[in-house]
């Protein structure tokens, strides 16, 4: 079945470790996200990708790094320079940047000790 | 500043009713799109309906509807018929298309909507 994997679910990280949180579609999408959602909030952006070998930061970048080598993947770090990174994110795509719908990863809820 | 205004953090709907979720938004872009994605408890976003600024009709997908007011840069969600199932957390968005901000989502901060039995 097409969709949008995200692994793992959960992740457990100690204070100051760099962690990279897996992201993979195979639903031939150009345009892949990452959002950061915090308990009762809404997404925030942090990076997306347009095409393959491109992306752009989003409203809240610092701290994170991305690549696009592949068209299906589109693994997010977060780095230690990453202030509060406990929360849950998520991985989308669509078609296009442009108007399509994005479709969504399950998530992975990070947890910083 | 906030692109995304949803003023409802916590909506109560008798199963069977219709309820309205509001959204406004604020762009200069003449060009961008509307979505409205639904989040139940286990945290996957659901797609539920899409309306384009150039749309002359009001988008309608099943129970779902978007009254979309341009002038007024609203874009509230209808869902009619309420269910059971219905309860999650309902996010609305906007993509903007040209400019620096051309591909980007910008979502609201979502509204809770319980149905009650």
């Known amino acids: 079945d097409g969709g949008i994997t995200q692994s793992p679910k959960y992740l457990f990280r100690k204070e100051g470790q760099n962690v990279t949180l897996s992201c993979e579609q195979n639903?031939?999408?150009?345009?892949m996200y990452w959002y950061r959602q915090d308990p009762g909030q809404g997404l925030r952006l942090i990076y997306y990708s347009q095409i393959v070998n491109d992306f752009q930061k989003g409203d809240i970048a610092e701290g994170y790094s991305v690549s696009r080598e592949k068209k299906e993947s589109f693994p997010l770090t977060v780095t230690s320079a990453q202030k509060n990174p406990t929360a849950f994110y998520l991985c989308?795509?669509?078609?296009?940047?442009?108007?399509?719908?994005?479709?969504f990863g399950p998530g992975t809820r990070l947890t910083v000790l | 500043a906030q692109k995304i205004t949803q003023t409802q953090p916590g909506m109560f709907v008798q199963e069977k009713e219709a309820v309205t979720l509001d959204c406004t938004y604020d762009t200069s872009d003449p060009s961008y799109g509307l979505f409205w994605y639904k989040q139940p408890s286990s945290g996957e976003m659901i797609f539920l309906i899409y309306q384009g600024s150039y749309d002359q009709q009001n988008a309608t997908e099943g129970r779902y509807s978007l009254n979309f007011q341009k002038a007024r840069k609203s874009a509230n969600l209808v869902i009619s018929a309420s269910q059971l199932g219905d309860s999650a957390m309902y996010f609305c968005?906007?993509?903007?298309?040209?400019?620096?901000?051309?591909?980007?989502?910008?979502f609201g901060d979502g509204t809770t909507l319980t149905v009650k039995p």
């Open positions: 968005a906007m993509r903007e298309g040209r400019g620096t901000n051309a591909g980007k989502s910008t």
């Open positions: 639903l031939n999408h150009d345009a």
């Open positions: 989308a795509s669509s078609i296009s940047s442009s108007y399509n719908e994005q479709f």
